[in-house]
């Protein structure tokens, strides 16, 4: 791997960065829009552009799967699918259960797109004796009693927890016990695992704050007064002498243009 890399980014176990190990299912998306339109190669600029990074950061991303691109041509599309989903683990079946088949579970279950990347959902359970027996998408919700010997029985490898957040942690508990080391959290709680198990949480309202944030500037943008120009030093009138103005705005407006959170 590159020496060039700096030693704080955190790192994927295979040493690619973790930023990097994020931006490869936009990559992916984006590329897969260009397969469909039947498009052979795509340049830098392009599929930065599709997946709305700089070229710059792209091109770096590439080179840690060893994809180069060829110069006057660009990249391949269907080789960089093909890189991509091997990087990511797509090039394999992944069987996941979702526990917790209420109304987010029943979305996640109909949902069709995620077979079509790679992930199979084998299994469904729920600890409501009235939810099982219902058939979603062609697979039977289960007791949750029986969530140890499907675990094993039907090889789950991810884990999805779309409970109330208040049973999350004993979920994820034997999830884990029974060796699931891939967990998917929707529940509102933070979860506590041993080391090796890698937990994602998704917490829409989250990005609804985030969104939040920058429209709450966006609008305070707007509607405070435009700033004048401050810095410009008054040129001295014909006589050498200053008029001393400078408009009266205030030397720092940045007050409400600071950093973003991370
Ligand atoms: N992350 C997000 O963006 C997001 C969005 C919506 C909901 N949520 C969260 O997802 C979870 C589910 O939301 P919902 O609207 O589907 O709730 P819901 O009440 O409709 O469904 C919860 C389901 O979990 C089942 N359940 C309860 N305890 C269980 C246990 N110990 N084992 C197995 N199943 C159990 C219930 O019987 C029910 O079917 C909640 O924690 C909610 O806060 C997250």
Redesign the pocket.
């Known amino acids: 791997m590159s020496a060039a890399r700096s030693p704080r980014a955190a790192r994927s176990r295979d040493g690619i960065p973790d930023a990097t190990v994020a931006r490869l299912p936009v990559y992916l998306r984006a590329l897969l829009a260009y397969s469909e339109r039947g498009t052979a190669t795509v340049s830098s600029e392009e599929l930065a552009a599709a997946a709305g990074v700089n070229s710059a950061k792209l091109r770096k991303d590439l080179s840690y799967l060893g994809s180069y691109g060829t110069r006057g041509v660009g990249y391949d599309v269907a080789y960089l699918v093909y890189q991509i989903s091997r990087e990511l683990g797509l090039t394999q079946d992944w069987a996941c259960v979702i526990?917790?088949?209420?109304?987010?579970?029943?979305a996640l279950a109909n949902y069709g797109g995620f077979s079509s990347r790679g992930f199979r959902i084998v299994a469904l359970?729920?600890?409501?004796p009235a939810?099982v027996g219902e058939t979603l998408a062609g697979v039977v919700i289960n007791p949750?009693e029986d969530l140890e010997s499907i675990i094993a029985s039907r090889g789950v490898t991810i884990g999805v927890i779309?409970?109330?957040?208040?049973?999350?942690q004993?979920?994820c508990d034997r999830l884990v016990a029974a060796g699931v080391t891939s967990i998917l959290n929707?529940?509102?709680?933070v979860l506590t695992v041993p080391d090796g198990v890698d937990v994602r949480?998704?917490?829409?309202?989250v990005?609804l704050q985030i969104l939040a944030f920058h429209a709450q500037r966006k609008s305070l943008r707007e509607t405070e007064p435009r700033p004048r120009r401050s810095r410009r030093v008054p040129a001295p009138n014909a006589d050498g002498s200053s008029n001393g103005s400078t408009n009266g705005a205030p030397a720092d407006t940045g007050a409400l243009t600071g950093a973003m959170p991370g």
Request: avoid cysteine; aromatic fraction near 4%; glycine fraction near 12%.
């Open positions: 526990v917790g088949v209420g109304s987010l579970g029943h359970v729920d600890a409501d939810r949750l779309a409970t109330p957040g208040s049973a999350a004993e979920v929707f529940a509102p709680v949480k998704v917490d829409l309202s990005e």
